[in-house]
């Protein structure tokens, strides 16, 4: 059993919008913290958004603050993340990540490619 998947990727246009999803499974979703990074090709992976095992407490990397939403649904054990007003250099390959008691949990990722 894969720990998190996520989906939502794709093509889109500059300006436009995409929710990733990240569904987890074989731990307790709710006392684990949730973030959302990306990787660039020829980049190092980076830090994007993070929230709190409750999701009272969120986090962004400047480049994506007021852009990004990061949030998380404990009942269904589901974390997303809405992206608006894409630009070009989001483009990445977009990986959830979860932390908490048990250890890390990565998600094999979902590609987003943001082109006109």
């Known amino acids: 059993q894969v720990p998190l998947v996520e989906s939502g990727g794709g093509l889109v246009q500059p300006g436009g919008s995409l929710r990733l999803s990240c569904a987890a499974s074989?731990?307790?979703?709710?006392?684990?913290?949730m973030s959302w990074h990306r990787q660039a090709p020829g980049k190092e992976r980076e830090l994007v958004a993070s929230?709190?095992?409750?999701?009272?407490?969120?986090s962004y990397v400047d480049s994506v603050k007021g852009r990004f939403k990061i949030s998380k649904d404990n009942a269904k054990n589901m974390a997303y993340l809405q992206m608006n007003s894409l630009k070009a250099e989001d483009t990445a390959v977009y990986y959830c990540?979860?932390?908490?008691?048990?250890?890390?949990?990565w998600g094999q990722g979902t590609q987003v490619t943001v082109s006109s």
């Open positions: 990540k979860a932390y908490g008691p048990g250890g890390d949990y």
């Open positions: 074989g731990f307790m979703f709710s006392i684990y913290a």
């Open positions: 929230i709190s095992s409750t999701g009272g407490v969120t």
